[in-house]
């Protein structure tokens, strides 16, 4: 069982850049999130998806897209990095529904943008 | 204003010492979630809550609705309890969305 997968773990880019965050669960949890997180700052979150099919927008979406066409995968697409983003990226997934589950957490990637 | 605070932000304690972070948010609720950081960056959830008392090992979550806190103890501290703790809100308007505290950095020094 390996729980929640990102991909790659460190990544550095150039401005202008794109590239995709890869985020993989195998638990067939229906609810999963992206978030950033910076110093001093909580974790915000970026773009979340409650089943395969469905996304909306978080706290920080802009630059950012995302797509669920599986249970399983959730990327997340830096459009045309900018230094900005420059950030840790974590995906996290959980059981959703009427009942609070816990939430299951990726390893991060930490982007650098240049 | 953080809808979610935590205190202190920063800790240090010796080995075997009593921690408590605490937690406060200002949003209606339905749970109460408490995360670890190691120092190499993966985060653990260690509970969720959304009233009264939760214990797992040396680790203990409380939380008081009506004064919108919560609090983490852990006894006996151990050097390997080293780490972010992060409190994240969750809310009660029937979405899954967490508003997340900035975290307590914890040292325990041997």
């Known amino acids: 069982n390996a729980g929640v997968t990102q991909t790659p773990k460190f990544q550095v880019l150039k401005t202008g850049q794109s590239m995709t965050l890869q985020c993989a669960q195998d638990?067939?949890?229906?609810?999963m999130s992206w978030y950033r997180q910076d110093p001093g700052m909580g974790l915000r979150l970026i773009h979340y998806?409650?089943?395969?099919?469905?996304?909306d927008q978080g706290e920080v979406p802009n630059g950012y897209n995302v797509s669920r066409s599986t249970t399983e995968d959730f990327p997340l697409r830096l459009l045309s990095a900018a230094p900005s983003q420059t950030s840790v990226y974590f995906c996290?997934?959980?059981?959703?529904?009427?009942?609070?589950?816990?939430?299951?957490f990726g390893d991060g990637t930490r982007l650098s943008i240049l | 204003k953080n809808e979610v605070e935590q205190s202190p932000q920063n800790l240090t304690a010796q080995e075997g010492e009593f921690i408590t972070i605490n937690c406060s948010y200002s949003?209606?609720?339905?749970?109460l979630h408490w995360l670890q950081q190691h120092p190499g960056g993966g985060i653990v959830s260690l509970f969720m809550?959304?009233?009264g008392k939760k214990k797992h090992g040396r680790l203990i979550a409380t939380i008081n609705i009506q004064e919108k806190h919560s609090s983490l103890h852990i006894t006996a501290s151990h050097p390997r309890d080293s780490a972010v703790y992060i409190c994240?809100?969750?809310?009660?308007?029937?979405?899954?969305?967490?508003?997340f505290g900035t975290g307590t950095r914890l040292t325990i020094i041997p």
């Open positions: 996290a997934s959980s059981y959703s529904g009427l009942y609070n589950q816990p939430q299951h």
């Open positions: 638990m067939n949890h229906e609810y």
């Open positions: 998806s409650v089943g395969a099919g469905i996304t």
């Open positions: 949003v209606g609720i339905s749970a």
């Open positions: 809550l959304s009233s």
């Open positions: 994240a809100a969750r809310s009660a308007f029937g979405n899954e969305k967490l508003t």
